[in-house]
């Protein structure tokens, strides 16, 4: 019930596309749902994040789409840059003390030139 | 500023040895927490500190010791490891009290031989 499972492991899409990444979790208590962004040789970075009374968030080039019902949220990324190439990690968390972060198991990201 | 600096970058240790590993934030984050990330795979919670005090132990072997001395410092010490310990140790800290925004360093690279 902790988990969140995230798709596809890797993607490869032309610069100018869309990247689309999916995750899916069970555990109806979690209430934030943020993605995180790693380069090589770094550490993760907060991407973009949703709760669950919203259904779309748009940051720049990054929208979550978020289907409460259907238990499942997702990243587009749109105009897909080769900068952009990196692994992407959904995550999930639950506002109580004591919580921690339940993270999909990652996509990689490479987006050709 | 959004920082969190690890140190060293790069360590190679043998089994015997005992080494430490750093972090340091300036955010005036309350939370702090210790992460493994093995390659090609999300981090892995391993120590949560809150208020300079252990709050989360991810049944971590002793040979993981943490220490927070101050809000801002963060140490893992380290005695005895194994090759299988070999992994990117990242450190992050949290200005939320649910660990739900959190700023993650680049990570010590760490080799066991």
């Known amino acids: 019930q902790q988990q969140v499972k995230q798709s596809p492991q890797s993607l490869i899409v032309q610069k100018g596309g869309i990247s689309i990444i999916n995750c899916a979790y069970e555990?109806?208590?979690?209430?934030?749902f943020p993605w995180y962004q790693q380069f090589p040789g770094k550490g993760p970075a907060l991407l973009i994040a949703?709760?669950?009374?919203?259904s779309e968030k748009k940051e720049g080039r990054f929208t979550i789409s978020f289907n409460k019902s259907a238990k499942q949220f997702s990243l587009h990324i749109m105009d897909s840059q080769p900068g952009d190439s990196a692994t992407y990690f959904c995550?999930?968390?639950?506002?109580?003390?004591?919580?921690?972060?339940?993270f999909g198991e990652g996509t990689q990201l490479t987006v050709n030139p | 500023d959004t920082e969190v600096t690890q140190t060293p970058k790069h360590l190679v240790m043998g089994m015997t040895n005992k080494k430490s590993l750093k972090c340091e934030q300036h955010?005036?984050?309350?939370?702090m927490y210790w992460y493994k990330q093995k390659a090609k795979k999300p981090p892995e919670l391993m120590f949560v500190?809150?208020?300079?005090?252990?709050?989360i132990n991810e049944s971590v072997p002793s040979r993981f010791s943490p220490e927070c001395p101050n809000s801002s410092l963060l140490n893992l010490h380290l005695h005895a490891l194994q090759p299988e310990d070999s992994a990117l140790y990242l450190c992050?800290?949290?200005?939320?009290?649910?660990?739900?925004?959190?700023?993650f360093g680049a990570g010590t690279r760490l080799s066991v031989l």
């Open positions: 992050a800290s949290s200005t939320d009290p649910f660990g739900n925004i959190q700023y």
């Open positions: 555990n109806t208590a979690f209430d934030y």
């Open positions: 949703i709760r669950p009374d919203v």
């Open positions: 995550a999930a968390s639950m506002g109580v003390s004591g919580s921690r972060l339940t």
């Open positions: 955010m005036g984050h309350r939370a």
């Open positions: 500190y809150s208020y300079e005090k252990l709050s």
